[in-house]
């Protein structure tokens, strides 16, 4: 089956970046980016109340936007559709890079990955954020065959949406887990590269809108 490439413009990725723990002999290891704090993580994810001028213009979060993630974020099994659905909407919606490490190869978190996990979790259930839809959208590199990475990539968004709903209680509708295994690689110039191994974490819709 010939899989789509969703274009989602970097800017409005929220990316956490799924590093193994193990590296082929001879690999190199990316440079460990800086663990952000509940407070960052937040102040990223918060919707903006007022346009800045310095700010990057989004367009708005429609009445179709919301309906389409309402039916999506109660959907067990995300079709193909429904995933380049979330991917659009997603190009609208605020976000940050956060890196969280997996075992090689594997959907079970290291124990490197708690603490930056624990401080999402804090931030999602702050007064600024409780409530809203948060989308998970897990991302492979280049390696191995497109269905073993598609299955990959959902494995991982499953376990830190488990993560999230088991730890911090937030509701299981209220995190969409999606998987885009290899079809939309961060280091297209480098497929194997570290940093394409990621799960995207983007504010879908805050309490308010999603209630309407």
């Known amino acids: 089956m010939t899989r789509q490439l969703l274009p989602l413009p970097l800017a ?3 990316a956490l970046v799924l590093l193994a723990t193990g590296f082929a002999p001879g690999a190199t290891s990316p440079a460990e980016a800086a663990e952000l704090s509940a407070k ?11 346009r800045s001028l310095g700010a990057q213009e989004r367009p ?13 974020r109660r959907t067990r099994s995300l079709s193909s559709a429904d995933r380049a659905e979330m991917a659009e909407i997603a190009g609208k919606r605020p976000s940050i890079d956060l890196q969280i490490y997996f075992d090689f190869d594997s ?11 624990n401080s999402l979790g804090q931030a999602l259930t702050s007064p600024e954020l409780a409530g809203s839809v948060i989308m998970l959208g897990g991302h492979t590199d280049a390696k191995g065959s497109d269905s073993y990475n598609q299955s990959l990539s959902e494995r991982r968004a499953e376990t830190v949406k488990r993560f999230l709903t088991e730890r911090y209680k937030i ?3 209220n995190l969409v887990a999606a998987g885009y295994g290899e079809a939309r690689l ?8 570290a940093e394409n191994r990621r799960v995207e974490i983007i504010n879908m819709a805050t309490k308010e809108q999603a209630a309407r």
């Open 12 to 14: 409005a990725t929220l």
């Open 107 to 117: 959907a079970d978190l290291s124990s490197k990955a708690e603490p930056q996990l």
């Open 40 to 50: 960052q993580i937040v102040d990223g994810l918060k919707a903006p109340r007022t």
């Open 60 to 72: 708005a979060l429609s009445a179709d936007d919301l309906a389409t993630l309402n039916r999506i």
């Open 186 to 193: 961060k280091n297209k110039a480098n497929p194997d590269a």
């Open 171 to 173: 509701p299981a509708d």
